[in-house]
């Protein structure tokens, strides 16, 4: 008896499905045709139905029902086996029972070349009819021949659909032995794992039984599986068992406002009650009496033959003995056992009854051939009319094909034009740039045009001055003018060399870039005006790079180091030169005066052949820099079509 309830509401977590497949199918001797809305009507009759059945409108329910069954007669496979199972519920909850047995046994019977395996949805709807009708024995045989014709997938599913009708007409022994099968079983889909759990809490709680409770109930959470009718009353219960009673009745709407939809099933009805005695509990009298009025409505009388009747039972006697009142009512509900087996030797007999029309049916097996044969021909003007219209999608398609084709190629022209111009545009760029390095370096050769004319002339005219004596007046050439001759003779050498390292360093072709590089950083650190911290990483192979990259490579270094040792007033900078495989890039940092803001980046002489170099190169150069805090330079040029060059 511990898992009595254990699966009290398992049965109903699959209890609806959409059905209603949109094809069309033809009524033998009427030959009218079933279009798509008359399926979908029938779901909407069937609603009507739901909504209307346990109030005052239980006559227009009715009529919904009679018409929904009307529009049944017209479908045909696999639809007419779901409006069968659709009705059979319906009839089974307007407690008409002899209708509900006659659409279980159409549902359940299966013609000559049909498949044998129903649908969990159809099971489902079939189950929660046979407890409605409190039918142990018809439930048995239905799911005997579904859990043996079903496929390894449905198995477990079709278990669960059994379960839900166990519970319904009170077989909570099986019930509890097929629940153990199910949680043992593995694998489990998160959502069967969700359901169990959630039956599990809803059944601990029922039953007073906490001790796997907390367990129960962190390891649902964890899954995080979609919320279903079982999900919402299992944490509501939980919820309420912790007097966390806001949260709880929050859950419990979840079942009311499908209650009010049309809903039901045991496990709407639960929630419905769970509602009530909150109430009851809370002492909001007119609440809880409304509650459960509205469940009355719903559950099956007499109360005492169902499970959920006899929860009802129990749940308003607690109510009017806590409020102090009487219940006259469920005295008379308890009398009313004898009647319920009155109702069970009636069903017996209808049962006869029923089996006699399965053989009836039988003998309408012959008119199917007759409704093949029609189909055949409906076939065969379905494949005409498919090949016509194929024909018509494959024209279609080509004339598709055709002028996507078309703005292809004008599209690839376009990307050509476009990729043209802007090889014309990178083109008339390097010109640009090369027109102002050439004027730069016409400028740099008059500039040592001017000092080897002022300067290097002049201390040589002075060199010669002292060493040619004047004829006329017999003088000899003295130790002294031999002194100073050799001292400008040296200052002139100095002067020359300087020239010619500032035409081609020297060091380049003697040591190579790198170490020429280290000796100027080296050269810069001696004069002690300020003190480089360096790091070179790379350049294992110069050879890659052609001579007048590296020289230009080296003047951009020089211009850059002549910059800070000029203006910056610093004493102290960084440098660092990176060799990557597709570039270069070098980072000088100082902590000299900075920039002003709106001076420019690039302004000065010096800077702008400096800035032109590197665009010649398809090179970037950012300088950035603020009042005393120092500047920061980077370059960075790409090196990647130099290597190509080289290697062809």
């Known amino acids: 008896m511990y898992k009595f309830l254990l699966l009290l509401s398992l049965g109903y977590f699959i209890n609806t499905t959409v059905f209603g497949q949109n094809y069309a199918t033809i009524k033998v001797g009427k030959a009218s045709v079933l279009q798509e809305d008359e399926t979908s009507l029938f779901e909407k009759l069937i609603v009507k139905f739901n909504r209307l059945i346990d109030t005052k409108s239980r006559k227009d329910a009715l009529h919904y029902l009679a018409q929904a069954e009307d529009l049944a007669s017209n479908f045909k496979k696999e639809e007419l086996k779901n409006a069968q199972a659709e009705l059979a519920l319906a009839f089974a909850k307007a407690r008409l029972r002899k209708k509900a047995k006659m659409y279980q046994q159409r549902a359940i019977s299966k013609?000559?070349?049909?498949?044998?395996?129903?649908?969990?949805?159809?099971?489902?709807k079939l189950s929660a009819s046979f407890a409605l009708l409190n039918d142990t024995t018809g439930l048995k045989n239905l799911f005997e021949k579904a859990i043996s014709d079903a496929s390894k997938v449905n198995k477990k599913p079709v278990k669960i659909a059994y379960v839900n009708g166990l519970l319904g007409v009170n077989e909570t022994g099986k019930a509890s032995t097929l629940l153990n099968e199910l949680y043992s079983d593995t694998p489990l889909s998160t959502a069967e794992r969700a359901e169990i759990l959630s039956l599990l809490i809803i059944n601990s709680l029922k039953l007073n039984q906490f001790q796997f409770l907390e367990k129960y109930y962190q390891e649902l959470l964890t899954l995080k599986s979609v919320p279903t009718a079982n999900y919402f009353l299992a944490n509501g219960m939980y919820l309420e068992h912790k007097k966390q009673y806001t949260n709880a009745i929050k859950n419990y709407q979840q079942l009311l406002e499908a209650f009010n939809a049309g809903k039901r099933e045991v496990i709407y009805l639960d929630g419905i009650l769970q509602l009530a005695q909150l109430n009851s509990i809370q002492l909001k009298k007119d609440s809880a009496a409304y509650f459960f009025k509205l469940a009355a409505t719903a559950i099956q009388k007499p109360f005492n033959t169902t499970a959920i009747g006899i929860r009802y039972i129990k749940l308003y006697q607690a109510h009017q003995l806590r409020f102090n009142q009487t219940t006259p009512a469920l005295n008379k509900a308890i009398n009313d056992r004898d009647s319920l087996y009155k109702n069970e030797l009636i069903t017996i007999t209808r049962e006869l009854t029923y089996k006699h029309k399965i053989e009836e049916d039988k003998q309408k097996v012959e008119s199917l051939k007759e409704k093949r044969a029609l189909d055949a021909l409906i076939i065969t003007k379905n494949k005409q009319r498919s090949l016509l219209i194929i024909s018509s999608l494959i024209l279609l398609v080509i004339a598709a094909a055709s002028i996507i084709y078309i703005l292809y190629q004008r599209r690839k022209q376009s990307n050509l034009l476009h990729l043209a111009e802007l090889e014309r545009l990178k083109q008339l760029h390097k010109t640009e740039v090369i027109k102002k390095l050439s004027a730069y370096q016409e400028a740099e050769r008059w500039r040592i045009a001017d000092q080897l004319h002022?300067?290097?002339?002049?201390?040589?005219?002075?060199?010669?001055?002292?060493?040619?004596?004047?004829?006329?007046?017999?003088?000899?050439?003295?130790?002294?003018?031999?002194?100073?001759?050799?001292?400008?003779l040296s200052?002139?050498?100095?002067?020359?060399?300087?020239?010619?390292?500032e035409l081609m360093p020297v060091a380049i072709r003697q040591y190579g870039l790198i170490n020429a590089i280290e000796q100027l950083i080296s050269d810069i650190n001696t004069s002690g005006k300020i003190y480089i911290e360096h790091l070179i990483f790379g350049f294992d192979n110069l050879s890659k790079y052609p001579e007048d990259f590296q020289v230009s490579f080296y003047r951009i270094i020089q211009e850059l180091f002549q910059n800070i040792v000029k203006h910056s007033k610093a004493t102290n900078a960084i440098f660092q030169l990176m060799e990557h495989p597709d570039s270069i890039n070098l980072y000088i940092e100082d902590n000299g005066k900075g920039m002003e803001n709106e001076k420019p980046q690039k302004s000065g002489k010096g800077i702008g052949l400096l800035a032109n170099r590197i665009d010649y190169y398809e090179g970037k150069i950012s300088i950035e820099g603020q009042p005393g805090k120092g500047t920061l330079i980077v370059v960075d040029i790409p090196t990647i079509h130099m290597t190509k060059v080289e290697a062809e």
């Open 111 to 124: 013609n000559r070349g049909e498949a044998s395996e129903n649908s969990i949805a159809n099971l489902n």
């Open 454 to 488: 002022d300067e290097v002339g002049s201390m040589i005219s002075v060199v010669r001055l002292n060493l040619s004596p004047n004829p006329q007046k017999a003088e000899v050439i003295t130790e002294e003018k031999l002194e100073t001759a050799n001292r400008i």
């Open 491 to 501: 200052d002139v050498a100095n002067t020359v060399r300087e020239m010619s390292h």
